[in-house]
């Protein structure tokens, strides 16, 4: 059997961890099997529905590469179908109009709870023989009434519910628009999909969704739901936990693998191995390994991820992401050293990329003061003399290379007597603007010969004028 799976995301906000999570492993499982992935836009809420959203949830998954071989197709491209099997089930009789006004509808609620029943509809029109005219209308999935439904579910075991805790849902409209419910099931049949992976809160539709697709004579797909990610105080993920948006990842320094790593790890192992490549991923993912229970959203994890993904990954592959950073900070990437060099010299010490582009932006543009603790620890007037006599050796090098530049660091702390320290930190100060840089010969590499001699040059006059 050929596997289709789908990641069918409601337009209605971002993309966010959990339906990320959702498609990675729908996607998974289809690249596993050698199946389709398709990505299925949900917007029939056309008040909620939004462009932005849309724009949002495709960004989301180009950034993660989490690539669909189908679609993206979008729901209100199918009311005609959904139409037509809204008729279909009408005419065989497994649908019904209903005419319960809402006043009647609450009387009945009221009613079903002063007898402690759970409120339900209570089949009213279900067997109608006289259609009033002229009234508003639904239209109802006949529910069986008897029986029960049971969900194989590849996450959770078998789920079985009976019939009669399943009340006769709406399925269009009283303006014939079609609900969430029906328009699932149409598409699943429609797109032939064998494997349904989506978010826990899903289940209860899932019995429904099996009675249409059984009156519909299609195939019932596998069911396999995810448990819920939960913030760190154990309730469901949301905004007040912080960035919850994929790209909010981005913007925050994130590599996708890393992400995508976390998000695998997020409700299901491997035994105790943490790091995956996506091919790892790819060949050992298994719905049966998905835990039952819910997940804790855990940044420091993904921060700790991110920095191992920082450091062993290509550096070509680091430097193209650092260079959507550094343009962010409206810097020009050609105005200093290459992103890669950069991404070598600072890898170790920098577990995100806005914090890499952040300790690398002065490689390239000028810093337009003195980090003030700095100055006052490593700015004497003895510095400024210090930076006179680098200045003076650095201006006859003829080779600008990292062992070359360390050697007369070296050697002038020798000649005058002093700790390297004394001489490599008012030195760095000068050429950085702060204390805090990769090692001298690297950062002085990387400044280039021109901004290195300028700032010493700016960083006397400065001194000079300290007291
Ligand atoms: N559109 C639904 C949602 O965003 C998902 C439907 C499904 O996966 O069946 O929650």
């Keep these: 059997m050929s596997i289709t799976t789908r990641f069918a995301p409601s337009p209605t906000g971002y993309l966010h961890i959990g339906g990320a999570r959702t498609a990675l492993f729908s996607w998974l499982y289809a690249r596993k099997h050698g199946g389709s992935f398709i990505l299925r836009i949900e917007d029939t809420d056309l008040e909620r529905s939004t462009q932005e959203s849309v724009n949002a949830i495709l960004e989301g998954m180009t950034w993660l590469g989490l690539e669909y071989d189908q679609g993206p197709f979008y729901q209100t491209h199918h009311f005609d179908r959904y139409k037509e099997i809204i008729r279909q089930l009408l005419d065989q009789g497994d649908a019904y ?9 609450e009387s009945m609620r009221a009613e079903q709870m002063a007898n402690k029943e759970k409120p339900r509809y209570n089949g009213k029109c279900r067997d109608l023989k006289e259609h009033p005219q002229g009234r508003e209308r639904v239209v109802r999935f006949k529910n069986p009434t008897e029986g029960v439904v049971t969900i194989p579910d590849l996450v959770k075991g078998e ?16 303006d014939g628009s079609p609900t969430y419910n029906l328009t699932v099931v149409v598409d699943d049949m429609d797109m032939k999909v064998t494997h349904v992976i989506r978010g826990d809160d899903h289940i209860n539709n899932t019995p429904r969704q099996m009675n249409i697709l059984q009156a519909l004579g ?8 995810l448990p819920m990610i939960l913030g760190s ?5 949301s905004k007040r936990h912080g960035a919850v948006s994929v790209m909010q990842f981005r913007d925050d320094g994130y590599l996708p693998e890393a992400l995508l790593n976390y998000l695998v790890r997020l409700g299901w192992s491997y035994g105790d191995q943490e790091i995956f490549s996506i091919d790892e991923m790819v060949e050992y993912f298994r719905l049966e390994d998905v835990n039952v229970s819910a997940s804790t959203f855990n940044t420091e994890k993904l921060l700790w991820l991110n920095h191992q993904y920082i450091m062993n990954s290509d550096p070509a592959h680091v430097a193209r992401h650092l260079s959507w950073h550094i343009g962010q900070l409206g810097i020009d990437p ?15 010490r920098c577990k995100t990329l806005v914090d890499m582009a952040a300790a690398g932006q002065y490689f390239y543009i000028d810093f337009d003061h003195y980090d003030e603790k700095a100055v006052k620890k490593n700015f004497t007037q003895g510095s400024g003399e210090v930076l006179a006599k680098l200045y003076d050796r650095f201006a006859e090098v003829t080779s600008w290379e990292g062992d ?19 001489v490599a930190q008012p030195l760095r100060v000068a050429v950085l603007g702060t204390s805090v840089s990769p090692g001298i010969d690297i950062t002085l590499k990387l400044l280039g010969r021109e901004k290195t001699l300028s700032r010493i040059r700016r960083a006397i006059e400065f001194i000079k004028n300290l007291n």
Excluded: F
Aim: glycine letters at 6%; charged letters at 25%; a negative charge.
């Design 159 to 174: 789920i079985v519910v009976a019939n009669k805790e399943l009340d006769d849902l709406i399925i269009a409209r009283a």
């Design 218 to 225: 299609a195939p019932v797909p596998h069911y396999a739901h």
């Design 334 to 348: 050609s105005e200093g050293p290459a992103l890669m060099d950069m991404v070598l010299a600072q890898r170790e």
């Design 404 to 422: 070359v530049l360390h050697q007369i660091v070296a050697k002038l702390a020798e000649d005058l007597g002093l700790g390297m320290g004394k």
């Design 97 to 105: 109009y209903c005419y319960c006004t809402k006043e009647e509808l």
């Design 233 to 237: 105080d154990g309730a469901r993920l």
